[in-house]
């Protein structure tokens, strides 16, 4: 049997638990004298032998059961009455004992629980009952079993004055050996208090004792309670008076080994401990790291600091705080990829069919990045250009990248900067505040291993700033190609070179990007798609793409094309194509779902389908308005989610030429208005238009759609247009729609988003468009299958843009203005 103690080496922690769920026979105040009235005893009983310790009446133990006789017999009694006699086995041999290698006395033994053990042996939890005497063995297979004779515990009920300073001296004794032992845990001087009865007391104090085998199992075969007690109090004096030689000799030795002696002595026995369970020693360790340096391809300055700081980290003392600060600062030198490079692929026709595979459209950006490729071919070596990707969301900015990276053949990483606000993100910690960790450039440059991936920082728009620093001007040095080959971690303290990282910057919005960031990086604009794009797309990529991650296969089912634009007109509203793959992964779980129930579904899904699988289209394509009023006119806008078209209409009534604006304008679009009606005031007479009605009549212009914010210099000329129009009473010409900005001396300024303004118009039915004549070149580089049945003017001034869109026609019932004469306020004349 092995020690009781590494039962609890094995046992898991629900069978640990399980404890609380043993039922003990109470032995110990009343009752260790007369437990033979607790149950009838046989006068044969199966017999266990076991090694190593001694079984006392009334004490728990836990006993490993490895022998295959042993767990047989275990097994059976469990099943049964659970009674087993226990005998201690003279010898230390692990083979199965005969009789003659047992004692003759032992104790009877009731199975309070029974383990299973994950290595085949059994343990089980015995409580002591009574002792006996082996008369004879009468069978030895499967198992032994013994006639016995029960032997009688003789312990006085009540005990005299010398009997009591026994027992007394028993207690005194026991804890006087807790105070010397520290090993022994605390617990026990809890169990000592707790011990009434005397008998208890000594079998408890001879099961615990530290003394040899053969003396334990003569304190079993001593009948006479009190002279076991004596025999007892012998054992526990040596044992006090080694513990106290001991506790001398300790105090001795230590006052001789000064301070060094001791640590050299704890650092080798700790090296002796790492060894045994397999751990790296601190010197092992370093040795590690010196390799690793040694193999690093760093400049003599990198090789010189990180000498010095191993050196450092040699002499600090391993137990301390500031060691594994210092090893996590040299693992981080040895880690980063200096000047380790990944060859770049010069395959341009190769490099082209990747980005053509993995992205529809975006020409002007790929176009840079063969650009790119091709200088980097025909030099070999170039500063790495800071590309800024700048479009509304789901246009594959951020996917770009990963195509980027595999057409050069580099690895990859992302950074995002939403919400950024300590420069430490950027920069790193100094390495004396608590916790310090080096900004995350360094850390994805080490985790990419390599010194020149291709490294996209996402959302660089939306960087913000607060107490803890500007991260926007921290990240000039990381994106300034002339500064970024020495850019300095304040965790790393040394130089590090980013000038080979290409960074890839992706932006929503270039107002809120800081002017000196924006400054270092090349902007190239992703417009959103077209109709005729996203439909590809959709085929090409996000349908094939859904059906796969779903579970299914190419042939299950397909859409047509008009599907397809059904799913992008009625329930996305959007410049990129994030919105159209959740809308068309609904469409793959339907069918899924179709396909796992066993359904009729539609293997070539039309229009209707889509109607019949998401519902009811969510968006409405806005539509072009007849030309029935004066004063309403169609301008186009771009949101961050693509173009639009918006109405501005305009009303006149009678008042004392107050200007009134509404539908949540912005500052810049009231100005715009203002400046348009300063326009028409100053040039009146060119228009037919009577002067006074500016005085006279009231103006109000009312953008529709009041809960949506909107801004901007682009509806400059619409609402010039518009108040022309409510002025005049004449006509705008039917079908038309118009962008651009106006000042006040009626010059017509370009404006951004032609791309998706002009979509908006294509998909409201709109076919002609006023625009500045410098947005000319955003109009050329457009498809121009994108933009047939679209005609374009191109006018420099506010004069070209009136005599486009207004009609000599009036409106039907135009209004008939009654205004009065200023020499003569009494007299009045139609107008």
């Keep these: 049997m092995n020690n009781p103690n590494d039962l609890f080496k094995h046992l898991s922690l629900s069978d640990i638990s399980d404890f609380e769920n043993i039922e003990l026979i109470p032995i110990g105040a009343e009752g260790l004298e007369n437990n033979d009235k607790m149950s009838v005893l046989s006068d044969e009983l199966p017999i266990l032998p076991i090694r190593n310790i001694v079984l006392f009446p009334g004490m728990v133990i836990p006993i490993t059961v490895s022998r295959q006789k042993s767990v047989r017999l275990v097994k059976k009694a469990y099943k049964g009455d659970r009674t087993i006699g226990v005998l201690v086995q003279a010898n230390n041999s692990k083979e199965e004992p005969q009789p003659d290698d047992l004692y003759k ?9 029974m383990f299973v053990l994950p290595g085949g042996n059994t343990t089980i939890i015995v409580q002591g009952r009574k002792r006996f005497e082996v008369r004879e063995f009468i069978k030895t297979d499967p198992n032994l079993i013994a006639k016995v004779n029960y032997l009688e515990d003789n312990f006085p009920k009540k005990l005299n004055k010398e009997n009591k300073a026994l027992v007394s001296t028993l207690k005194e004794s026991a804890l006087k050996i807790l105070n010397l032992n520290p090993e022994i845990p605390r617990e026990a001087q809890i169990a000592l208090d707790n011990i009434d009865s005397s008998a208890f007391l000594v079998h408890f104090l001879s099961s615990n004792i530290n003394a040899e085998l053969k003396d334990k199992q003569e304190l079993l075969e001593t009948l006479d309670g009190i002279e076991q007690a004596t025999h007892l109090l012998e054992y526990m004096m040596k ?8 506790r001398e000799i300790q105090s001795k030795a230590s006052s001789d080994i000064d301070q060094q002696q001791r640590d050299y002595y704890i650092r080798q026995q700790i090296k002796v401990l790492q060894e045994e369970l397999g751990v790296e020693s601190p010197e092992q360790e370093l040795d590690g790291l010196r390799a690793k340096g040694a193999k690093k391809k760093w400049s003599k300055e990198v090789n010189d600091f990180f000498l ?27 880690d980063l990829p200096w000047s380790e490079y990944t060859k770049d692929h010069f395959d341009l026709v190769k490099a082209k069919k990747i980005l053509d595979a993995d992205h529809f459209g975006l020409e002007k950006v790929k176009e840079r990045i063969i650009e790119y490729l ?10 790495a250009p800071i590309l800024c990707l700048y479009g509304p969301p789901g246009v594959g900015k951020t996917s770009l990248g990963k195509s980027v990276a595999k057409a050069l053949g580099r690895k990859y990483v992302r950074m995002a900067l939403g919400g950024l606000r300590d420069e430490a993100e950027i920069r790193g910690h100094r390495k004396t505040y608590i916790g310090a960790m080096p900004g995350k450039v360094i850390q994805n440059i080490k985790k990419s291993g390599s010194s020149n991936p291709v490294f996209i920082l996402d959302e660089i728009d939306k960087v913000g700033s607060d107490h803890r620093g ?21 965790y790393l303290e040394v130089e590090f070179d980013l000038s080979r990282v290409m960074f890839i910057a992706t932006a929503n919005n270039l107002d809120t990007i800081h002017p000196a960031l924006r400054d270092r990086m090349e902007i190239i604009e992703v417009s959103g798609y077209t109709m005729e794009e996203k439909v590809q797309i959709a085929k090409k990529h996000l349908l094939p793409k859904q059906k796969k991650e779903h579970g299914l296969d190419k042939a299950d089912f397909s859409m047509t094309d008009a599907a397809i634009q059904k799913v992008v007109e009625g329930y996305t509203r959007e410049s990129g194509v994030r919105k159209l793959e959740q809308e068309l992964g609904k469409v793959v779980r339907k069918i899924t779902k179709s396909i796992a129930i066993g359904e009729e579904y539609p293997h070539k899904l039309q229009a209707t389908d889509v109607v019949r699988l998401l519902g009811q289209e969510n968006f409405e394509n806005d539509s072009y308005e007849s030309n029935e009023y004066a004063g309403v006119v169609t301008g186009l806008a771009w949101t961050p989610v693509g173009g639009d078209i918006l109405f501005i209409e305009t009303l006149l009534n009678r008042g004392k030429g107050q200007l009134t604006l509404s539908g949540q304008l912005g500052d810049v679009m009231k100005e715009s208005a203002m400046a348009a009606l300063s326009f028409l005031k100053a040039h009146a007479d060119l228009l037919d238009i009577d002067y006074r009605i500016f005085d006279q009549y009231n103006l109000h212009i009312h953008v529709p759609a009041g809960a949506v914010p909107k801004d901007g210099p682009s509806a400059g000329i619409t609402m010039l247009t518009a108040i022309a129009s409510a002025l005049t009473q004449r006509r705008v010409k039917l079908n038309l729609a118009m962008t651009g900005e106006i000042t006040l001396r009626g010059k017509v300024l370009p404006v951004g988003g032609i791309k998706e303004k002009i979509l908006a118009a294509k998909r409201a039915g709109i076919k002609e468009i006023i625009l500045c004549h410098k947005n000319k070149k955003d109009i050329e580089e457009i498809e121009p299958r994108y933009i047939t049945d679209l005609n374009f003017y191109y006018v420099e001034n506010a004069m070209e ?10 409106v ?13 306020p009494n007299s009045s004349v139609a107008v």
């Design 812 to 824: 039907k019932n135009p209004v008939n203005f009654v205004l009065q004469d200023e020499a003569k």
């Design 801 to 810: 843009v009136l005599t486009l869109a207004l009609l000599h026609e009036k």
């Design 308 to 334: 010095k700081e191993l050196s450092k980290l040699q002499r600090t003392n391993a137990m301390s705080g500031e060691y594994p600060m210092l090893m996590n600062f040299v693992e981080l030198l040895v």
């Design 105 to 113: 006395v032992g104790t009877v033994a009731h199975i309070v629980k």
């Design 239 to 246: 044992e006090i008076q080694h513990l106290e030689l001991k």
């Design 470 to 490: 500007d991260p926007s001007s921290a990240l000039l040095e990381v994106l300034d190609p002339e500064q970024n080959n020495s850019f300095m971690d304040n």
């Design 374 to 383: 091709a200088v980097l071919k025909m030099k070999g070596d170039m500063k």
